[in-house]
């Protein structure tokens, strides 16, 4: 296999407590960013409808022409699906612009299909969320179609940010 | 005199008049709402009836992507809905609420997946999130960078608060760096920093506050658009953390800011005074490129979308420039607390400045 982000840091933030493993049969939903294309195009494009000097400035594209310029190649689809349905992966839907695909899987299934994975659950409050405790990879088949795999290492952004929204007292002393 | 930031005194510093609200058919903004934070449809009607008296508003969001679920009120979807209907008043407001609807669903990504699946969404987003940039794969921001590409080819503008840690810190074995954090490092997206009463009991000029996020990305390059505004402050800025703090050829934020200390705020139909964060100023901002927005729909004017280009080719005209005080850095014998420092023009605490809404509205309706 190969490691899509090697660089993402494995960690639990403090304020999630561990709550066992996830069993075999439980289900989860995970999201995998297929490689767009014409991504340079893209971005002169952004350039100069946000340039007011340009002559093209303002001259937004649709959605549907959005997706018309980055939809993944068939190559990149063709490659993806053949790799979930290999495991047996049928329940998925994408986005208008076809460039996600969120599919559901046992977590058996998705230790698997993305070799070094070990699913846990985590809680916090009210809340609960299965993540994989280590690194994962794919099948160098599928490595160069795919951006990440959404929902295996990340835990949701910003409680740093929320917690520091209060500002009390204690925080003007500190200053 | 006043005891603490409310619609009124923040129309009242950025010069917005009682007429100046929306009245554009087409026009809409939004904001978006992560782990489990609620808005109640209650506190907003309370917070209008109680500080937005004098000019024309809504009380209601007009529509709700995703599941608001019961429980109590956040403070933070309270701040952001109450505020960029302030500001942004009378335009209809959006919220993307995003718990997530499986436990292995990445709420920030799956908001991002909505935004790649509606054909009509609003102009203008504004977000108060982010996570440090050495959190996460370079793999995963470069391909949220796409999307927010893909957001500004569509006319979007987004907003992102820059963070409530000043320059941050990464303490290190040997020496500590600053720690930038993403989305607010982006090069595709608005950033929005945080500023101050210098008086804080008067509608005064403005001071850096010193949780304003700000300095440079360790991962995303210098975009074109900001190399001669992020020059100058490195030339002559009269005093600099060493070199080995930051990188100087990173893309620099924030773009601009505003008000970011001592709001009000009612949340689970409580007032609370004292509520501070770039969470604060980035609705208030959201809110203000509204109103332009819908000033532009009137003329025929398509929408700003991706605003950078533009913002920085004004050179400030139309914003007030921050040019005191500094924000956090590492508490460290090298730099003592200190991150960077306002400067005239652009600086990487509070950017190009707070938004002066007549003379802004001028600069962009062209």
Redesign the interface.
């Given at each position: 296999g190969k490691h899509?982000?090697?660089?993402?840091?494995v960690?639990v933030p403090e304020d999630w407590l561990h709550a066992g493993r996830v069993a075999p049969r439980e289900?989860?939903?995970?999201?995998f960013?297929l490689k767009?294309q014409n991504?340079d195009r893209?971005?002169n494009?952004?350039?100069l409808?946000?340039?007011?000097?340009s002559q093209q400035y303002?001259?937004?594209?649709?959605?549907?022409e959005?997706a018309s310029l980055?939809r993944p190649s068939q190559l990149t689809e063709k490659a993806v699906w053949t790799w979930l349905k290999g495991h047996g992966i049928q329940n998925c839907h994408t986005?208008?612009?076809r460039?996600?695909l969120?599919c559901t899987m046992t977590a058996q299934v998705a230790e698997t299909l993305l070799p070094g994975t070990e699913f846990h659950?985590y809680k916090k409050?009210?809340?609960?969320?299965?993540?994989s405790s280590s690194q994962y990879s794919v099948h160098e088949d599928v490595s160069d179609h795919l951006?990440?795999v959404?929902?295996?290492l990340?835990f949701?952004?910003?409680?740093?940010?929320?917690g520091?929204?209060?500002?009390?007292p204690g925080?003007s002393e500190k200053? | 005199f006043h005891l603490g930031v409310t619609p009124s005194t923040i129309r009242a510093r950025y010069n917005l008049t009682a007429s100046d609200t929306g009245h554009a058919a087409n026009n809409s903004q939004a904001v978006a709402q992560f782990l489990e934070q609620y808005y109640h449809p209650a506190d907003l009607a309370e917070f209008m009836s109680i500080f937005a008296r004098g000019f024309n508003h809504m009380t209601e969001v007009e529509r709700v992507v995703g599941t608001q679920e019961e429980g109590k009120a956040g403070l933070e979807a309270s701040l952001d809905v109450e505020y960029i209907m302030s500001t942004g008043a009378n335009i209809s407001t959006w919220v993307f609420t995003n718990p997530g609807r499986h436990e292995t669903q990445e709420p920030f990504l799956q908001w991002m997946l909505l935004l790649s699946n509606m054909s009509a969404v609003p102009w203008v987003h504004t977000i108060s999130y982010g996570d440090d940039e050495d959190s996460l794969s370079t793999a995963y921001m470069n391909r949220i960078n796409v999307e927010f590409m893909k957001a500004g080819l569509r006319g979007i503008s987004m907003l992102f608060a820059s963070g409530d840690s000043g320059a941050g810190c990464l303490h290190l074995a040997k020496e500590n760096v600053f720690r930038p954090s993403f989305p607010a490092s982006s090069p595709y997206v608005t950033t929005v920093g945080g500023t101050t009463f210098k008086n804080p009991f008067k509608v005064t000029y403005e001071v850096t506050h010193y949780i304003s996020g700000g300095g440079f990305s360790n991962v995303f390059a210098m975009p074109d658009y900001q190399v001669d505004a992020v020059s100058a402050y490195l030339k002559g800025a009269q005093s600099l953390p060493p070199q080995s703090y930051f990188n100087h050829s990173g893309r620099a934020y924030p773009d601009m800011a505003a008000l970011s200390d001592n709001y009000w705020v009612v949340t689970n139909l409580v007032p609370i005074p004292w509520i501070s964060g770039t969470s604060a100023s980035t609705p208030v901002v959201g809110g203000i490129l509204s109103l332009i927005n819908d000033q532009r729909f009137l003329k025929g004017l398509p929408s700003l979308g991706f605003l950078n280009p533009r913002l920085y080719k004004l050179k400030g005209t139309g914003l007030f420039d921050v040019t005191e005080e500094c924000h956090l850095g590492c508490l460290d014998e090298k730099v003592e607390g200190q991150g960077f420092c306002a400067a005239s023009s652009w600086d990487p605490v509070t950017g190009w400045g707070t938004p002066n809404y007549p003379a802004l509205l001028a600069a962009l309706i062209q």
């Open positions: 899509l982000e090697l660089d993402q840091a960690f289900e989860m939903e995970l999201t960013a767009q991504v893209l971005q494009l952004l350039q409808v946000s340039d007011p000097d303002g001259k937004f594209m649709t959605l549907e959005v980055v986005v208008l612009t460039d996600f969120q659950r409050g009210d809340q609960t969320l299965m993540r951006d990440f959404g929902g295996v990340r949701p952004m910003g409680s740093k940010e929320i520091k929204a209060w500002t009390g925080q200053a | -």
